[in-house]
């Protein structure tokens, strides 16, 4: 059921998304994934009461490394940048190599001017079976090149 909802959710249905989330809790109250999933998709709504609710649900859970990517998104839509960074390096630790985080982690380092942007980029380009990064990888190309390019014209 997660993974349906994950599905909806990329292609922007919310409504059947939050529902397979809340079958999933219905028939495993536990499930760290299901309450991760809602708790994204509140924190459209609510983002502080969103914050406080990963904050709890990391408290209990540690090992929900979706919990982490969640926050730090979180942190980011707000550009708080240096927190952000924080959650996404933790996602990391948690779950390392996957793409959709290194490349988070990129734009959150690019985003304080920390040139470790550059080895995550590069990292979350490499990372993952095609298909498995969720991001444009264009984009992330682009934006290595401009850094290194700023980086070589610098005496």
């Not at 299901?34 to 983002?47: C, T, Y």
């Not at 996404?88 to 190599?97: D, I, K, L």
């Not at 380092?109 to 990372?127: I, N, V």
């Amino acid at each position: 059921m997660n993974g349906l909802a994950a599905l909806a959710l990329r292609q922007g249905q919310y409504g059947p998304a939050a529902a397979w989330y809340q079958k999933a809790l219905a028939a495993h109250p536990q499930d760290v994934t299901a309450r991760v999933g809602l708790l994204r998709l509140k924190g459209e709504i609510n983002p502080m009461a969103t914050e406080s609710a990963l904050h709890q649900l990391l408290q209990e859970s540690p090992e929900a490394c979706d919990g982490y990517q969640a926050l730090g998104i979180l942190l980011a839509d707000q550009a708080r940048w240096g927190e952000a960074r924080e959650a996404f390096q933790q996602a990391n630790t948690c779950r390392p190599g996957n793409p959709n985080t290194l490349l988070n982690l990129a734009v959150s380092l690019d985003h304080l001017s920390k040139s470790q942007a550059r080895d995550y980029y590069r990292q979350a380009l490499q990372a993952g079976e095609p298909g498995a990064a969720h991001f444009d990888r264009e984009g992330a190309r682009a934006r290595l090149a401009a850094l290194e390019g700023a980086e070589a014209s610098t005496p």
